[in-house]
């Protein structure tokens, strides 16, 4: 069998029923162009984790992680089941695997799962029987079979484990941007487009919060050197950031308005509160200049987290902006949402960047 091309296209290129018709015909002319098999890692209709989440918190205040875990992952299921149908009304053969059904095991933590181990036998065998095997982001299954929920905005990290379990040597992210710029280019005016980023540099701009690309799927990426290609979700598919290992370091300003730092009164509760959050898997940075740790990203009880490990919760304060000039980075704390977004233009206003080009190499679906 010929080497599988895996795809990822995230939430925001579903963003209507439409769509679905609309990367069912880019993977089709995809398929008569190149004689390989194809894995598709989906995301859920933009929004439709969330409005589970709400449903199921509508219901039941606190509800269990695993039954948390079981509904949201539906979210993803459903919209591999939509591409699986929009390829089928165009005459190609598709299925799709779910957490359970795709070899890959976790611990049972189930709102933020840990991969233990991947087998590569189920997806191996759906490759050589479809066109293409559609695999909804962001699930897998404990060791009983019970699905599990890799976290928040995880697709991207279940891209990588499937690369990985086929032996893919390069994985493509597609978005509604074509590639990680010097700041978030929907919030920052004059941010630019990064040709080329070190694992490392994409993993740091993960871990503070760029949320173009999964933390921890940087760094499955790095562990087996797998290059990612980011491309926008539509044709002509433009490819605009290649992450390898002879990508470079870069200056830029990392902003998620959904990040908290929280205070404690002296290092050693700050210390405690990191390793709470880190047990738990969440992104979370240990500030250097205070006795403060910023929890990236959002969705995520951060009280609940401090006292489960017996914690006393710190002091909100603020919204952390980083500063990043290559591996060295300043983390700001601004008060509010709105204060983060004009430090960050301020910050951004004030790097220094190298001649870059601004945007990426205009490409058909067929190269990569
Ligand atoms: N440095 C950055 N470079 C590119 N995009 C960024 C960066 N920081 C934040 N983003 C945001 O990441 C978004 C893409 O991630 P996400 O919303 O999860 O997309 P998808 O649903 O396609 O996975 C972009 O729309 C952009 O606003
Ligand atoms: N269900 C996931 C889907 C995901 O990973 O989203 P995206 O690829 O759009 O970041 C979530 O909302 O977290």
């Not at 939509?82 to 933590?109: E, F, K």
């Not at 993960?206 to 940087?218: E, I």
């Not at 290092?267 to 959050?277: Q, S």
Request: a neutral charge; aromatic letters at 4%.
């Amino acid at each position: 069998m010929n080497t599988p091309v895996v795809l990822k296209f995230g939430g925001s290129t579903f963003r209507t029923p439409e769509a679905y018709h609309e990367l069912a015909e880019g993977l089709d002319e995809r398929i008569r162009s190149e004689a390989r098999p194809m894995a598709v890692v989906v995301s859920a209709m933009q929004g439709e984790t969330e409005r589970l989440r709400a449903r199921l918190h509508e219901i039941d205040a606190r509800p269990e992680a695993a039954t948390a875990a079981g509904l949201l992952t539906t979210a993803d299921l459903v919209s591999a089941h939509l591409l699986a149908g929009a390829l089928h009304s165009r005459g190609r053969t598709a299925t799709v695997l779910a957490g359970h059904q795709l070899g890959l095991t976790t611990n049972a933590s189930f709102l933020w799962a840990r991969v233990t181990r991947i087998d590569p036998r189920p997806l191996r065998r759906a490759l050589a029987a479809y066109d293409v095997v559609v695999v909804p982001g962001g699930q897998a299954a404990d060791a009983e079979g019970r699905p599990t929920w890799l976290g928040k905005n995880s697709s991207d990290l279940s891209a990588l484990a499937v690369a990985r379990a086929v032996g893919s040597r390069s994985c493509e992210i597609h978005s509604d941007v074509d590639g990680i710029y010097t700041s978030d280019p929907h919030l920052i005016t004059g941010a630019r487009m990064l040709p080329e980023v070190s694992y490392n540099m994409a993993a740091l701009m993960s871990l503070y919060g760029a949320k173009v690309l999964h933390r921890r799927a940087v760094q499955l990426a790095l562990r087996h050197r797998i290059e990612i290609l980011l491309r926008f979700n539509r044709a002509p598919y433009t490819i605009g950031t290649t992450i390898s290992g002879a990508g470079t370091q870069a200056a830029a300003v990392v902003l998620n308005q959904r990040s908290v730092v929280l205070d404690y009164p002296d290092e050693a509760r700050a210390d405690a509160a990191h390793h709470a959050f880190h047990l738990e898997g969440l992104d979370v940075v240990r500030l250097s200049t205070r006795p403060s740790v910023a929890v990236v990203g959002g969705y995520v009880d951060t009280e609940a987290v401090q006292l489960r490990h017996g914690v006393v919760p710190g002091r909100e304060a603020g919204v952390p902006v980083a500063e990043m000039r290559g591996s060295k980075v300043t983390t700001h704390v601004a008060g509010s949402g709105t204060d983060a977004l004009h430090l960050a233009q301020q910050l951004h206003d004030g790097l220094d960047f190298p001649v870059l080009p601004r945007t990426g190499t205009r490409v058909g679906v067929r190269a990569t």
